[in-house]
């Protein structure tokens, strides 16, 4: 396959922005049209760690899929109180660029978004928020409660930095519980989910908090839990559960 690393110029955050990306060249690869994932970092992170601290370019070799992993440096890809708009860079300044720049299937039945920690709060918020743009979710031991918990200083100033205060409306805004339950009327709308999360990850809990809520919501979705901490151990390992997910979502076969 083919990997590489682009900037292009981001009007939403003003400067300009890197991203990694996997392109398909298995033997027999067409040239496209081909569906897209999303594939979102962690907080200590940048667009480089999925392709360097796992096989992921292994994983997906056979699959006529492409995988942007863009850079969303901490800020929980939202657009902060305090003025970076990274929820926009994404959605609108990256999502048109790669459309604009590659071979890609658009629409919902074609594009998928995925993640770890931080950004695997960040592929359920956006797929919550936006239904119509992803017909697939996939998150890994992620930080859902991350808008509406207490934190210990320092970390409160920086969520007070993205989120606002307690009770800002950012808050609610980006909050994957208030938008479950907001998208849980319209069932025809939300993406395929598929969560999954260390039985030893300080996440943990917060994770089977949010599975319930999802149950108590009527949302389908597929939660699993298996043995592993908060490390790139066990995401190299189950980013291919995630994977499986986003080819039947979106009906994507390997080649031969």
């Keep these: 396959m083919s990997f590489g690393t682009m900037a292009f110029f981001s009007k939403a955050l003003g400067r300009p922005k890197s991203y990694s990306i996997i392109l398909p060249d298995y033997e027999g690869a067409t040239g496209g049209p081909y569906p897209v994932l999303y594939l979102l970092h962690g907080r200590s992170d940048d667009h480089r760690a999925w392709t360097h601290w796992t096989s992921l370019d292994r994983y997906v070799r056979r699959l006529p899929l492409i995988i942007v992993m863009p850079c969303g440096e901490r800020s929980f890809y939202c657009n902060t109180v305090e003025g970076d708009r990274f929820e926009d860079y994404l959605m609108q300044d990256l999502m048109a660029h790669i459309e604009g720049s590659y071979n890609v299937l658009k629409g919902r039945e074609h594009t998928a978004i995925g993640g770890l920690s931080m950004g695997g709060y960040g592929a359920m918020k956006l797929g919550l928020k936006f239904p119509e743009r992803f017909g697939s979710v996939g998150a890994h031991s992620s930080a859902f409660a991350v808008a509406r918990k207490a934190w210990d200083e320092p970390t409160e100033r920086e969520m007070r930095r993205i989120f606002g205060p307690a009770d800002s409306p950012a808050r609610a805004e980006n909050d994957p519980w208030v938008l479950a339950e907001r998208l849980a009327k319209e069932p025809d709308r939300l993406p395929a989910l598929y969560i999954d999360c260390g039985t030893e990850d300080f996440l943990l809990e917060c994770n089977r908090e949010f599975h319930a809520h999802l149950n108590r919501l009527g949302?389908?979705?597929?939660?699993?839990?298996?043995?592993?901490?908060?490390?790139w151990e066990y995401w190299d390992q189950h980013i291919q559960d995630s994977l499986a997910h986003h080819c039947k979502a979106l009906g994507i076969e390997p080649a031969a």
């Design 219 to 231: 949302i389908a979705h597929t939660y699993q839990e298996f043995p592993g901490t908060h490390c």
